[in-house]
T-cell receptor
Framework: GNSVTQMEGPVTLSEEAFLTINCTYT??????LFWYVQYPGEGLQLLLK?????DKGSNKGFEATYRKETTSFHLEKGSVQVSDSAVYFCALDGGSNYKLTFGKGTLLTVNP | EAGVVQSPRYKIIEKKQPVAFWCNPISGHNTLYWYRQNLGQGPELLIRYENEEAVDDSQLPKDRFSAERLKGVDSTLKIQPAELGDSAVYLC??????????????FGPGTRLTVL
C-alpha cells in the first residue's frame, strides 16, 4: 500500500535559519505529492503540491521538488520566520485523485 | 468565504457513552471527508461522501461508527459506544468534484475527543 515517511520532530530553529524537512514515499503508479501545514488551533492547509516527477511546488517561500528516482519530496525554506512555527505534513494521493495518505507530521518551532 | 465548520471543538466523555460530531462544508462543495487523527500521527480517512452518497467507507469501523450526510450538505459522524481508543481529533474536509477531477481538500479545525 501507499505510505509516507517524514522526518521526526520536533525541529527547533532560530529565525532566518535554513529549513529542510525530509519526506519519502512508497506508492504504486504515479502519485501526486503535497505538503500541508497546521498552525496552532487551526485546520490543515495546503502549502504546496507537485503532480509529476521533477515538478517543483512553491508557496510562501517554501519549496519542494518531486524526485521520482529517490521517491522523495523534501520541504525547504531558505529563511524561516517565527510565524512558520507549525506542524508540517507530507502527503500523497496515490492516483485515485482523492484519497490522501499522510505522514506523521513534523513540529517546527522557530525562535526569535 | 467561510471555511469548513466543525462542532464541538472539544468533547470529553466517559467510555461507553455516545458522541456525535457535526460538519458544515464550504458552500458548493459536493465532496465531504471525515478523517481521524491519532496523537502524533497524520490523518486517516474514515469515510468520503459525494453529495449524499458514501462512496468510500472501507476504513469506517462500522460496529460502532456511523455517519450521514442528509441532503448532501451537513454531515454528522457518530460513535456509539465510545471506547478509550477512540480518543483522537476528528477532522472534516470538503472539496469540489468536477469533471472527473477532485480539487483541493479544505479542512476544518477538528473536534478533539477525549474518552475517559
Amino acid at each position: 500500500g501507499n505510505s509516507v515517511t517524514q522526518m521526526e520532530g520536533p525541529v527547533t530553529l532560530s529565525e532566518e535559519a535554513f529549513l529542510t524537512i525530509n519526506c519519502t514515499y512508497t506508492a504504486t503508479g504515479y502519485p501526486s505529492l503535497f505538503w500541508y501545514v497546521q498552525y496552532p488551533g487551526e485546520g490543515l492547509q495546503l502549502l504546496l503540491k507537485a503532480t509529476k516527477a521533477d515538478d517543483k511546488g512553491s508557496n510562501k517561500g517554501f519549496e519542494a521538488t518531486y524526485r521520482k528516482e529517490t521517491t522523495s519530496f523534501h520541504l525547504e525554506k531558505g529563511s524561516v520566520q517565527v510565524s512558520d512555527s507549525a506542524v508540517y505534513f507530507c502527503a500523497l494521493d496515490g492516483g485515485s485523485n482523492y484519497k490522501l495518505t499522510f505522514g506523521k507530521g513534523t513540529l517546527l518551532t522557530v525562535n526569535p | 468565504e467561510a471555511g469548513v465548520v466543525q462542532s464541538p471543538r472539544y468533547k470529553i466523555i466517559e467510555k461507553k457513552q455516545p458522541v456525535a460530531f457535526w460538519c458544515n462544508p464550504i458552500s458548493g462543495h459536493n465532496t465531504l471527508y471525515w478523517y481521524r487523527q491519532n496523537l502524533g500521527q497524520g490523518p486517516e480517512l474514515l469515510i468520503r461522501y459525494e453529495n449524499e452518497e458514501a462512496v468510500d467507507d472501507s476504513q469506517l469501523p462500522k460496529d460502532r461508527f456511523s455517519a450521514e450526510r442528509l441532503k448532501g450538505v451537513d454531515s454528522t459522524l457518530k460513535i456509539q459506544p465510545a471506547e478509550l481508543g477512540d480518543s483522537a481529533v476528528y477532522l472534516c474536509a470538503s472539496s469540489l468534484y468536477v469533471g472527473g477531477s477532485y480539487n483541493e481538500q479544505f479542512f476544518g479545525p477538528g473536534t478533539r475527543l477525549t474518552v475517559l
